[in-house]
């Protein structure tokens, strides 16, 4: 069973869709499916200013066990333009049995669901978070074009819609309303979170061996992930905790750090604010090893898979509602649910800096919950779902 992922951009920078299609792909190899990836050389969203993949080491961990076509990308790079990728996309189209089109709105979606009808391969959708109503009112006009040009229709004759979260589907029902749903959860390497590093290596090398709490925000510094709600936040913590530290480990490509720094200097926290950019590999354990809470205070969170990575490393973790795995955690007694203000934030951080055996009991069902988040039987789960996309679309095929 051959499954060819399209995805504009592969880099680490990209987030959760980039990373999501490697680990999905070596997941789900374990059970028959041979994996292709094709996607640009760009290193950066397409919203931003082109970058271009220059080593190997942008890409997320496992790439090099795939078969992965990098086609150049040339302007207008916003769409994620790749001449290159159209005659690479014609040719593995045609050789593949499923299709998975990953993220909306640029070149490399528009390509593979021309190539898929042409080839008559089935073909499935993930959103990756991006008709979150929330993001729907950016560039409305640009997503209103895009959607009468050809992505309404993409997306009303996909076999399959794939969400990673019941949140999800419930927050995209509207769209594409007659195409089943596949409800798929995100996964991570569980085991990778149970041996972690001495943390005081990290908070020795980053943070100039600070031995007070840390609050730790790992993950693109971004506007959704609302992280001026955490400065705000510090300045309530640090009254009744004034050792603590809140540290942001992610790359800036929105370049929010100056306004945010700003802000902590008229709050009176610039002190007590780091940001160590992007973190990988042992860096970025040996930052989960040193925090002491874990918060994304999101607008919006498709799935969060750092978030699931810090419940597996047994951290307590504060969400707020709109992180879409939230409510299953904290219907597990698995994380802190908090309110979308920065007074309340403030108060559930302040209420586990003050209780060590809370944030141990909360930690402890944190790691156990996110076993269900475990690539080591989730990529079967993949596997099986590609089965009855392929047979449902064949079904269909001979009953027309």
């Known amino acids: 069973m051959r499954v060819v992922h399209v995805v504009p951009v592969l880099t680490s920078r990209f987030g959760g869709p980039a990373v999501h299609v490697v680990e999905a792909s070596l997941a789900a190899s374990a059970f028959g499916v041979i994996p292709v990836v094709v996607s640009t050389d760009l290193a950066r969203p397409p919203s931003m200013d082109p970058e271009f993949v220059s080593d190997s080491a942008q890409f997320p961990d496992g790439v090099e066990q795939l078969d992965l076509h990098l086609c150049r990308s040339s302007w207008p790079y916003r769409f994620a333009y790749s001449p290159e990728l159209k005659d690479v996309l014609r040719r593995e189209v045609m050789r593949a049995d499923l299709i998975r089109i990953h993220s909306l709105f640029l070149f490399p979606q528009y390509v593979a669901f021309r190539q898929a009808l042409r080839a008559d391969v089935p073909y499935m959708v993930s959103f990756h978070g991006a008709l979150d109503p929330y993001l729907r009112k950016r560039g409305r006009v640009r997503k209103w074009l895009t959607d009468v040009a050809w992505q309404a229709e993409m997306l009303n004759r996909a076999p399959a819609i794939h969400v990673t979260s019941s949140d999800e589907r419930t927050l995209t029902a509207d769209v594409a309303t007659d195409v089943p749903r596949v409800l798929l959860s995100n996964g991570i390497d569980w085991a990778r979170f149970q041996d972690l590093p001495d943390g005081r290596e990290f908070r020795s090398a980053r943070l100039d061996g600070h031995e007070g709490a840390i609050v730790l925000c790992l993950g693109r510094i971004a506007r959704k992930k609302a992280p001026e709600r955490l400065v705000y936040a510090l300045s309530e913590v640090v009254r009744e905790h004034p050792a603590t530290m809140l540290v942001f480990a992610g790359p800036d490509d929105e370049g929010l750090g100056t306004r945010l720094?700003?802000?902590?200097?008229?709050?009176?926290?610039?002190?007590?604010?780091?940001?160590?950019?992007?973190?990988?590999?042992?860096?970025?354990?040996?930052?989960?090893?040193?925090?002491?809470?874990?918060?994304?205070?999101?607008?919006?969170?498709?799935?969060?898979?750092?978030?699931?990575?810090?419940?597996?490393?047994?951290?307590?973790?504060?969400?707020?509602?709109?992180?879409n795995i939230a409510s299953d955690a904290e219907d597990a007694g698995a994380a802190v649910v908090t309110r979308t203000d920065a007074a309340d934030l403030g108060k559930q951080l302040v209420r586990l800096l003050d209780d060590a055996e809370l944030r141990r009991s909360l930690g402890q069902r944190a790691r156990e919950h996110a076993k269900a988040y475990d690539w080591a039987h989730l990529g079967a789960e993949y596997a099986r779902a590609y089965k009855e996309v392929i047979a449902r679309h064949r079904g269909n095929r001979v009953a027309a």
Do not use: C, I, Y
């Open 261 to 323: 720094r700003k802000l902590a200097r008229s709050l009176s926290v610039d002190a007590s604010v780091r940001f160590v950019g992007m973190l990988q590999g042992e860096e970025r354990l040996g930052a989960l090893s040193a925090a002491t809470v874990w918060a994304l205070p999101s607008h919006t969170e498709n799935f969060a898979v750092a978030a699931a990575e810090a419940m597996a490393a047994g951290l307590p973790v504060v969400l707020t509602p709109q992180v």
